[in-house]
């Protein structure tokens, strides 16, 4: 009999606490924390033999993070754990998907194969999928990759009079098109030239038969923010009232946010898949329901 047991990594407590009400699975407790010389110290609080477990937690600044979950994962198994999945609403290294220069390695793949080598499963959101067409062409054991436009295209649908929505660059077609199509509304895909990990190009085709819609900026992940403030320039040269602003993953690098603030943005919204202030759109229905399928192959009642 399968027994499901949802563990939370630090940072991810009311995540797991939101798929634990949702779910009825029970929540275990652990004690994780840093050594003072950096290590990691952890403790399984919880009886968890025979147990399936459910790490919730985040690959959001993954260097740190990888050997971590590792490390529980073996002392999960240690302690009689008859599997361990990791719920991963943001999927580190999936944007390293090529070797662009000579020299480079293909990390995405790296990745893919480390966390594959001592998981059983992953089950994760909107991942950057792009070179990469599906996550089972680099991971070896069941990886899951749920989309979380329905709950983006509901939130528009409830928030947004007469939405327009905008793609950064052509990458952003797949979901933006998505969240459109269910939120019956139209929208534009822009052109962006990448100049660097700081600087982008963005052009604007013709909008003036939009001048009456909500412009509605939509991309998988803000990162340093310099496509959307970029993309919110063209906009505004092109006569476009200034966008309301949605990623999924709010990653926000370094000082990313107080930057889009500053480019007077003041409408930004993303999904609960990273803690951070603009988290408005919940993804915890998307993998309850998710988590109940996959381990009992049935809708969650
Ligand atoms: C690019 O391929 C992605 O879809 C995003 O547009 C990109 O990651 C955003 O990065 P940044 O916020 O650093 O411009």
Same mark, same amino acid.
């Given at each position: 009999?399968?027994?499901?047991?949802?563990?939370? *990594?630090?940072?991810y407590?009311?995540l797991?606490?939101?798929?634990?009400?949702?779910?009825?699975?029970?929540?275990?407790?652990?004690?994780?924390?840093? %050594?003072?010389?950096?290590?990691?110290?952890?403790?399984?609080?919880?009886?968890?033999?025979?147990?399936?477990?459910?790490?919730?937690g985040s690959l959001y600044?993954?260097?740190?993070?990888?050997?971590?979950?590792?490390?529980?994962?073996?002392?999960?198994?240690?302690?009689?754990?008859?599997?361990?999945?990791?719920v991963v609403p943001y999927l580190a290294?999936?944007?390293?998907?090529?070797?662009?220069?000579?020299? +480079?390695? *293909?990390?995405?793949?790296?990745?893919?194969? *480390?966390?594959?080598?001592?998981?059983?499963?992953?089950?994760t959101i909107d991942p950057?999928?792009?070179?990469?067409?599906?996550?089972?062409?680099?991971?070896?054991?069941?990886?899951?990759?749920l989309?979380a &436009?329905?709950l983006?295209?509901?939130?528009?649908?409830?928030?947004?009079?007469?939405?327009?929505?905008?793609?950064?660059?052509?990458?952003?077609?797949?979901?933006?098109?998505?969240?459109?199509?269910?939120?019956?509304?139209?929208?534009?895909?822009?052109?962006?030239?990448?100049?660097?990990?700081? +600087?982008?190009?963005?052009?604007?085709?013709?909008?003036?038969?939009?001048?009456?819609?909500?412009?509605?900026?939509?991309?998988d992940i803000i990162?340093?923010?310099?496509?959307?403030?970029?993309?919110? &320039?063209?906009?505004?040269?092109?006569?476009?009232?200034?966008?309301?602003?949605?990623g999924v993953h709010a990653i %926000?690098?370094?000082?990313? &946010?107080?930057? *889009?603030?500053?480019?007077?943005?003041?409408?930004?919204?993303t999904c609960t898949t990273i803690p951070h202030?603009?988290n408005?759109i919940d993804i915890s229905?998307l993998l309850?329901?998710?988590?109940?399928?996959? %381990? %009992?192959?049935?809708?969650?009642?």
């Amino acid at each position: 009999m399968i027994k499901p047991l949802l563990l939370a *990594l630090p940072g991810y407590e009311p995540l797991a606490a939101s798929i634990a009400q949702k779910t009825a699975f029970p929540l275990g407790q652990l004690e994780m924390r840093r %050594f003072p010389d950096g290590e990691t110290y952890l403790r399984i609080l919880t009886d968890v033999s025979e147990m399936s477990i459910i790490l919730v937690g985040s690959l959001y600044h993954p260097d740190e993070k990888i050997i971590p979950i590792y490390l529980l994962t073996a002392t999960l198994r240690a302690n009689g754990a008859a599997s361990v999945t990791l719920v991963v609403p943001y999927l580190a290294y999936m944007r390293q998907d090529k070797i662009f220069m000579k020299g +480079e390695g *293909l990390t995405a793949a790296y990745i893919a194969t *480390l966390l594959s080598s001592f998981l059983d499963g992953l089950i994760t959101i909107d991942p950057h999928l792009h070179r990469i067409g599906h996550l089972e062409e680099v991971y070896t054991i069941p990886a899951i990759a749920l989309q979380a &436009y329905p709950l983006i295209a509901q939130w528009i649908k409830t928030n947004i009079p007469h939405p327009i929505l905008i793609g950064p660059d052509s990458e952003s077609e797949q979901w933006v098109c998505q969240v459109a199509t269910a939120a019956q509304c139209p929208y534009i895909i822009l052109q962006k030239k990448r100049k660097g990990d700081r +600087e982008v190009e963005i052009s604007v085709p013709d909008t003036d038969k939009y001048k009456n819609h909500t412009p509605v900026l939509v991309d998988d992940i803000i990162s340093t923010a310099h496509t959307m403030i970029e993309t919110v &320039y063209q906009l505004r040269k092109a006569g476009m009232e200034d966008p309301v602003c949605i990623g999924v993953h709010a990653i %926000f690098a370094g000082t990313a &946010y107080t930057d *889009l603030i500053a480019a007077g943005v003041s409408k930004i919204h993303t999904c609960t898949t990273i803690p951070h202030p603009t988290n408005t759109i919940d993804i915890s229905p998307l993998l309850s329901t998710c988590l109940y399928q996959y %381990f %009992f192959s049935a809708p969650l009642p």
